[in-house]
């Protein structure tokens, strides 16, 4: 079955560093692939998406994200962290596989923390 | 563009009562998602509608139900509710696959 992993469930980085979070998926056929962002008490917020085109994709907010189908990866980075970034952020595949399907499977989350 | 509402935003049950949450998609979108989240087990899918046929049900108890009218608006529905049942549930309405879904705020279910 189709899965997600990320890597590393808390993260913290300083104001203006780098920020890498990290996806892995488990499919021999690239799904469509996707980062939300979710604040307290809200819903989720898309951030960027992959969907068969450019490799490296951006997003809002700064980010982008690069899709390497030799490393079944899709990590999340921006170059200089804001504040404003402290929230969870979550991968998600959609299969893209035979059969009708828009489910999305997630991650289990990483909570981004931004020092000062 | 409105975005996917969800009503009631909370909500607070008794064991044994019964619930149900409410969808409204995007105009347009005929797909309709629903997830709980809990913070044991984080986003897990529970069902998929489109037009008005359920497409896909994860590994929920049949206490779990939906339904979707011929309007894309979709209910949940949850019987002999549990303490475990307590959840953020999230509503997702989306065009295709290839596209991304747009997610409501969220219904916060707390069971006591």
């Known amino acids: 079955a189709q899965s997600v992993t990320q890597l590393g469930s808390h993260v913290s980085v300083s104001e203006g560093a780098l920020v890498l979070l990290r996806c892995n998926y488990s499919?021999?056929?690239?799904?469509?692939l996707f980062w939300y962002v979710q604040y307290p008490n809200q819903g989720l917020q898309l951030l960027l998406k992959y969907t068969s085109a450019a490799t490296l994709v951006k997003g809002i907010n700064g980010f982008e994200a690069e899709f390497k189908k030799s490393e079944t990866s899709f990590h999340l980075t921006k170059p200089s962290a804001h504040m404003s970034d402290a929230a969870e952020y979550f991968c998600?595949?959609?299969?893209?596989?035979?059969?009708?399907?828009?489910?999305?499977?997630f991650g289990t989350g990483t909570l981004l923390a931004v020092q000062p | 563009k409105a975005g996917v509402t969800q009503t009631p935003r909370y909500l607070i049950k008794t064991r044994g009562q019964q619930v149900t949450l409410s969808c409204s998609p995007i105009s347009g979108h005929r797909s309709v998602s629903w997830y709980q989240q809990t913070p044991g087990q984080g986003l897990q899918f529970l069902f998929e509608?489109?037009?008005?046929?359920?497409?896909n049900k994860g590994n929920f108890p049949g206490r779990f139900s939906g339904r979707q009218f011929s309007n894309s608006r979709s209910e949940m529905n949850v019987s002999t509710l549990e303490l475990g049942d307590s959840a953020l549930y999230l509503c997702?309405?989306?065009?295709?696959?290839?596209?991304?879904?747009?997610f409501g705020q969220g219904t916060r279910l707390t069971v006591v």
């Open positions: 998600a595949v959609t299969p893209n596989r035979g059969g009708a399907t828009n489910k999305l499977i």
């Open positions: 499919s021999s056929v690239p799904p469509y």
């Open positions: 509608y489109f037009s008005e046929t359920q497409r």
């Open positions: 997702a309405s989306r065009k295709d696959r290839y596209t991304e879904a747009f």
